[in-house]
């Protein structure tokens, strides 16, 4: 009976592996983001880098509601664990990042693409959201 008690632990936690391992992690995501905040620091007038402000992170539709689900507050989180990255990267913030998720049709699962970008934080409203239109 033991054995099979074994076997049958073995078997669920299997199950529960492969069921949690085919869902995009927060990790993951958040690696793709500090590797976009690499990628598209700029320079400023003195010649300092300076850290992107906004992100749009893309990911496949039934890779988003998910990670929604799960961490509701995932976009915040992603904002400020891009906060801290950037202030150990010894990059100037201009204001606080912002990080918007996108579901996007086209992408396959657990495929993510970032896009970053320093928008000037004294533009207009109306601006920035023709620019995350853009993005």
């Known amino acids: 009976m033991h054995r099979f008690e074994d076997l049958a632990q ?3 936690e299997g199950s529960l592996a492969r069921l949690l391992g085919e869902r995009l992690q927060p990790q993951t995501v958040l690696r793709a983001l500090a590797q976009a905040i690499e990628d598209a ?3 400023g007038a003195q010649g300092e880098p300076v850290a992107p402000n906004h992100f749009w992170v893309n990911l496949s ?12 507050n995932l976009a915040d989180e992603l904002s400020e ?9 010894g990059l100037r913030l201009d204001m606080p990042p912002r990080v918007f998720l996108r579901g996007v049709r ?4 657990r495929q993510i693409s970032v896009t970053a970008r320093w928008i000037p934080p004294d533009l207009p409203a ?6 995350a239109a853009q993005g």
């Open 106 to 109: 086209e992408l396959a699962p």
């Open 10 to 12: 073995r078997l669920i």
């Open 61 to 72: 539709e039934q890779d988003l509601a998910p990670l929604e689900y799960f961490h509701p």
């Open 41 to 43: 620091q700029v320079l």
């Open 81 to 89: 664990n891009a906060r801290q990255i950037m202030l150990q990267m």
């Open 126 to 131: 109306s601006s920035t959201t023709a620019q």
